[in-house]
């Protein structure tokens, strides 16, 4: 019998499902525009930060188009990115995992290359945002999971690249549960939540100078990492 862990959904992501399945049904069609975000909570009993955290997200699946004083739009997409469930990375094996390491080594080495080159101020300060949020969370104990989602999403953003933001939304979960399980192990080593930061900062430092092959190199770095961490996981895991 094949039987799979139950998820807990988190309010964003129940918010997130019920406007891609009004999507899906046709409910909503690409140029409507959707209520104010004060209107979504009172209307979903959320509050306005799980509506924002919701906006965001489908912003950067391509699917919703903010714009600043005007409001937020449903845009032109591919109804069958749509439908993919949020937690279908859940199901992935051990080889999968690492093969998306793999993955995630040629696309977002090439993705910050890009970032380097192209990012604009405020792509800058969005980087700059969610380190400082990764260094509160170690220094508050915190695997800090969230903030380094937010810093390689920022990183897509930078690119400039739609396509790029897409693939990453694309593996959003599992790189959550992939970040997640390599936090857990780097934080057993003495010094090593510090080394996770530094790893990051050399990145930003890279992109904010503009220096693409550096940006580069530090990611596929931290990235190899991330991928060693998980091995020595998984072999423990099976030992």
Known sequence: MDLK???????????????????VKGDLKPGDRLPSERDLAVRLNVSRASVREALSALEMMGLLEIRSG???????????SVVTPLSWALSMERDTVLELLEVRKMLEGQTVYLAALRAKEENIKELEGALRAMDEDIKN???????DMRFHYAIARASQNSILLR?????A?????????SRIRLF???????KLYQDHLLILKSVREKKAEDAQKYMVEHL????????????????
């Open 224 to 239: 190899a990492g991330v991928e060693r961490k998980l091995k020595e996981y998984y072999e423990e895991k099976n030992a």
């Open 70 to 80: 005007e409001g937020t739009f449903i845009k032109k997409i591919n109804v069958d």
């Open 141 to 147: 104990g915190e695997l800090g999971e969230e903030a």
């Open 188 to 194: 057993e080593g003495e010094g090593a939540p510090e």
């Open 167 to 171: 693939l990453m939304n694309t593996i």
């Open 173 to 181: 979960d599992l790189m959550h549960e992939t970040l997640k399980a």
């Open 5 to 23: 862990p139950i998820r807990t959904k988190k309010i964003y992501e129940e918010i997130i499902e019920q406007i891609r399945q009004l999507v």
